[in-house]
């Protein structure tokens, strides 16, 4: 199956899927290798995925039985993505969108399979604008032009957000001077930001964020719930994915004995609101005060009150060691980054009283390694989700209880 080049007219085409393997003539000519795993047939992918989640939990239980593994819940080969993070290159009257490779430059990924089909239907028009607005793109060599990168993120309903990454405010006017056009050409385009990067260095978006649209949080909607996406929250890139974890995660809470939940790395409450019930109280704790509006705003969308869910910004390893024994949870869920929870929060967890620890993991060497701090409590159920398929990254979500 041939299938995709530069300016492939047929994404469609690209669908592999069981033992076929995605065919990319970027891969093939060596002008990107983001996606390690390519070549390899998707069934396999998954499997060696699992196995090695299963192998690392397996180290370090020390004795404690291992967990039941439920079958992974897969993904799409292909057009899952629904977040680019576009570096640009070029320049303003012939623009490259897609990454930085220091032997060729930029490469252009436009046609890239892994974006979703309105990501991928928005990225010319992008480029245009590049053209009109006259954004010269950032040269890393000679640290000289104003745009970095563009940031898009498509909706579960079709929405987007647009993210122009800039080296200063310089072509600020202009941008908003075309944005009207733009908003015509991409009737869909929900949120448009300038994001503000002075520093030259490989870090991707910068602390100022200046938003030209009415709209500044994008909703994106899960099974039945409206999360509010801003600028620089984080949320899953893979949407469908993200949706299975969620239910799965309500579906697991539901069966442990409950009252008081946390939370902890909420984001914008997507485990937060999907675990409220009757009965049910719920705080989501998140270092981003943004993330933690957007929350909020979520919250009273779903109509669900402050009494039942509540949300506050702060660090999750302080507040877990200053809350009073009287807010202590039944069940703490954790999502972190790929550090993992550290020695502390996970040294916290082992010597408390919680119950039920329910753990979402994106880089199971870390969730192992916080398994090894954490020996009081055993792992019941696991499940992998395969968040990131054609490459060797996985999120695996575990359940864990006291004996």
């Not at 964020?209 to 909607?221: G, S």
Request: a neutral charge; proline letters at 7%; charged letters at 25%.
């Amino acid at each position: 199956m041939r299938s995709l080049g530069r300016r492939a007219p047929n994404i469609a085409a690209m669908l592999a899927v069981g033992r076929s393997v995605l065919d990319c003539a970027h891969f093939d000519a060596d002008r990107c290798r983001s996606c390690t795993w390519l070549g390899r047939p998707y069934d396999d992918q998954v499997l060696a995925k699992e196995q090695a989640a299963r192998d690392v939990v397996r180290a370090v239980l020390d004795g404690r039985p291992e967990p039941e593994w439920l079958p992974p819940v897969r993904s799409r080969p292909d057009g899952f993505r629904s977040k680019a993070k576009m570096v640009v290159t070029g320049t303003a009257d012939a623009p490259r969108l897609g990454i930085w490779d220091p032997r060729r430059g930029g490469v252009d990924l436009r046609d890239c399979a892994l974006h979703t089909p309105g990501i991928v239907a928005a990225l010319p028009v992008l480029a245009a604008f590049v053209t009109r607005a006259g954004l010269a793109p950032y040269d890393v060599p000679g640290r000289s032009g104003e745009l970095k990168h563009v940031l898009v993120t498509e909706s579960p309903g079709g929405e987007l957000m647009v993210r122009w990454v800039l080296r200063s405010t310089e072509a600020e006017a202009r941008i908003r001077k075309h944005l009207p056009a733009l908003l015509v050409e991409l009737p869909s385009l929900r949120v448009v930001t300038l994001n503000i990067q002075p520093v030259p260095a490989a870090v991707i978006e910068g602390d100022r964020e200046i938003v030209l649209t009415d709209e500044a949080t994008l909703p994106m909607l899960l099974n039945g719930i409206t999360l509010h996406l801003g600028p620089r929250s984080f949320f899953q890139t893979n949407t469908d994915v993200a949706a299975a974890l969620y239910r799965t995660a309500r579906s697991w809470a539901g069966g442990v004995s409950a009252s008081r939940v946390w939370d902890l790395y909420c984001g914008v409450g997507g485990f937060a609101l999907h675990l409220a019930a009757p009965g049910r109280r719920v705080t989501g704790i998140e270092l981003s005060a943004d993330a933690v509006r957007a929350a909020a705003r979520g919250r009273d969308d779903a109509g669900l009150g402050r009494e039942r869910v509540g949300f506050a910004a702060g660090d999750a390893t302080s507040y877990a060691a200053t809350a009073g024994p009287e807010h202590r949870p039944h069940l703490v869920v954790v999502n972190p980054p790929r550090r993992g929870l550290g020695a502390e929060l996970a040294g916290w967890l082992e010597g408390s009283d919680v119950p039920h620890v329910l753990y979402s993991s994106c880089n199971p060497e870390t969730l192992a390694r916080d398994l090894a701090v954490m020996p009081s409590y055993r792992p019941v159920r696991a499940q992998l989700f395969d968040m990131f398929p054609q490459t060797a990254h996985a999120e695996v979500l575990v359940l864990m209880s006291r004996d």
